[in-house]
Protein backbone atom coordinates (compact mmCIF):
# COMPACT_ATOMS: atom_id res chain seq x y z
CA UNK A 1 0.00 0.00 0.00
CA UNK A 2 1.40 3.52 -0.61
CA UNK A 3 1.63 6.23 1.91
CA UNK A 4 0.22 9.99 0.99
CA UNK A 5 1.56 13.16 2.99
CA UNK A 6 -0.63 16.41 2.05
CA UNK A 7 0.74 19.70 2.73
CA UNK A 8 0.13 23.32 1.72
CA UNK A 9 -3.17 23.82 3.25
CA UNK A 10 -3.65 27.41 4.99
CA UNK A 11 -5.63 30.42 5.21
CA UNK A 12 -6.15 32.84 1.88
CA UNK A 13 -8.43 35.37 1.03
CA UNK A 14 -10.69 35.30 -1.45
CA UNK A 15 -9.13 35.47 -5.10
CA UNK A 16 -5.93 33.88 -3.98
CA UNK A 17 -4.10 30.91 -4.77
CA UNK A 18 -2.29 27.93 -2.71
CA UNK A 19 -0.58 24.89 -4.32
CA UNK A 20 -1.40 21.61 -2.46
CA UNK A 21 1.23 18.83 -2.62
CA UNK A 22 0.98 15.01 -1.73
CA UNK A 23 4.09 13.29 -1.58
CA UNK A 24 3.54 9.11 -1.75
CA UNK A 25 5.86 6.63 -0.57
CA UNK A 26 5.79 2.84 -0.34
CA UNK A 27 5.14 1.32 -3.34
CA UNK A 28 6.30 1.57 -7.33
CA UNK A 29 4.42 4.44 -8.72
CA UNK A 30 3.66 3.92 -12.16
CA UNK A 31 0.55 1.35 -11.89
CA UNK A 32 -1.32 4.28 -9.99
CA UNK A 33 -3.66 7.19 -10.65
CA UNK A 34 -3.82 9.95 -8.22
CA UNK A 35 -6.49 12.01 -7.27
CA UNK A 36 -7.59 15.01 -5.01
CA UNK A 37 -10.51 15.17 -3.33
CA UNK A 38 -12.19 17.47 -0.57
CA UNK A 39 -14.72 18.01 2.19
CA UNK A 40 -16.51 20.49 3.44
CA UNK A 41 -18.16 20.61 6.95
CA UNK A 42 -21.29 18.35 7.27
CA UNK A 43 -20.84 17.40 3.86
CA UNK A 44 -20.06 14.79 1.95
CA UNK A 45 -16.51 14.18 0.43
CA UNK A 46 -16.06 15.50 -3.24
CA UNK A 47 -14.08 14.52 -6.31
CA UNK A 48 -12.05 16.93 -7.41
CA UNK A 49 -9.56 16.00 -10.43
CA UNK A 50 -7.33 13.17 -10.75
CA UNK A 51 -4.39 12.38 -13.18
CA UNK A 52 -2.87 9.23 -14.45
CA UNK A 53 0.65 8.83 -12.86
CA UNK A 54 2.05 9.35 -16.48
CA UNK A 55 0.62 12.82 -16.37
CA UNK A 56 -1.29 11.55 -19.60
CA UNK A 57 -4.76 12.33 -18.88
CA UNK A 58 -6.54 14.77 -16.05
CA UNK A 59 -10.07 15.35 -14.99
CA UNK A 60 -11.92 17.93 -12.84
CA UNK A 61 -15.04 18.28 -11.49
CA UNK A 62 -17.43 21.01 -13.27
CA UNK A 63 -16.86 23.22 -10.29
CA UNK A 64 -13.00 23.77 -10.20
CA UNK A 65 -12.48 23.78 -13.90
CA UNK A 66 -10.14 26.37 -14.98
CA UNK A 67 -9.21 27.23 -11.92
CA UNK A 68 -7.35 24.38 -10.35
CA UNK A 69 -4.70 22.08 -11.79
CA UNK A 70 -3.17 19.05 -11.07
CA UNK A 71 0.20 17.98 -11.91
CA UNK A 72 2.90 14.95 -11.23
CA UNK A 73 6.80 14.58 -10.77
CA UNK A 74 7.44 11.17 -11.07
CA UNK A 75 10.78 11.66 -10.21
CA UNK A 76 9.49 13.30 -6.79
CA UNK A 77 6.83 10.66 -6.40
CA UNK A 78 4.65 14.29 -5.86
CA UNK A 79 1.45 15.21 -6.99
CA UNK A 80 0.24 18.86 -6.86
CA UNK A 81 -2.33 20.97 -6.83
CA UNK A 82 -2.34 24.17 -8.24
CA UNK A 83 -5.89 26.48 -6.95
CA UNK A 84 -6.10 29.99 -8.23
CA UNK A 85 -8.96 32.48 -7.63
CA UNK A 86 -9.68 30.29 -4.68
CA UNK A 87 -13.72 31.28 -3.17
CA UNK A 88 -15.11 30.83 0.17
CA UNK A 89 -17.12 27.71 -1.14
CA UNK A 90 -13.60 26.19 -1.57
CA UNK A 91 -13.26 26.10 1.92
CA UNK A 92 -12.63 22.28 2.46
CA UNK A 93 -10.33 19.14 4.25
CA UNK A 94 -8.44 18.51 1.05
CA UNK A 95 -7.67 14.80 0.82
CA UNK A 96 -4.87 13.02 -1.63
CA UNK A 97 -5.94 9.77 -2.97
CA UNK A 98 -4.61 7.04 -5.03
CA UNK A 99 -5.70 4.20 -6.90
CA UNK A 100 -3.93 1.05 -8.30
CA UNK A 101 -4.72 0.21 -11.42
CA UNK A 102 -6.61 1.63 -14.47
CA UNK A 103 -8.43 5.00 -14.33
CA UNK A 104 -10.52 6.15 -16.95
CA UNK A 105 -13.27 9.12 -17.33
CA UNK A 106 -15.96 6.53 -16.98
CA UNK A 107 -14.05 5.61 -13.83
CA UNK A 108 -14.03 9.27 -12.88
CA UNK A 109 -17.30 10.10 -13.61
CA UNK A 110 -19.01 7.14 -11.20
CA UNK A 111 -16.76 8.19 -8.89
CA UNK A 112 -18.21 11.75 -8.89
CA UNK A 113 -21.57 10.36 -7.51
CA UNK A 114 -20.51 8.03 -5.31
CA UNK A 115 -20.61 8.24 -1.27
CA UNK A 116 -17.40 9.34 0.60
CA UNK A 117 -17.30 5.88 1.75
CA UNK A 118 -17.76 4.19 -1.72
CA UNK A 119 -14.74 6.38 -2.92
CA UNK A 120 -12.82 5.57 -0.34
CA UNK A 121 -12.93 2.03 -1.45
CA UNK A 122 -12.44 2.85 -4.94
CA UNK A 123 -9.26 5.16 -4.29
CA UNK A 124 -7.68 2.44 -1.56
CA UNK A 125 -4.94 5.00 -0.13
CA UNK A 126 -5.49 8.37 1.30
CA UNK A 127 -3.62 10.85 3.04
CA UNK A 128 -4.62 12.58 6.60
CA UNK A 129 -5.88 15.59 4.50
CA UNK A 130 -4.90 19.22 4.59
CA UNK A 131 -6.96 21.94 5.33
CA UNK A 132 -7.94 25.26 3.06
CA UNK A 133 -10.02 27.75 4.42
CA UNK A 134 -10.93 31.20 2.11
CA UNK A 135 -11.89 33.99 3.81
CA UNK A 136 -14.41 36.37 2.33
Known amino acids: QVQLVESGGGLVQAGGSLRLSCVAS????????MGWFRQAPGKEREFVTAITWSGENTWYADTVKGRFTISSDNDKNTVYLQITSLKPEDTAVYYCAARLGLITGSVVEAVKTMTTSDQIKTFGSWGQGTQVTVSS
Open 26 to 33: GRTFTSYA
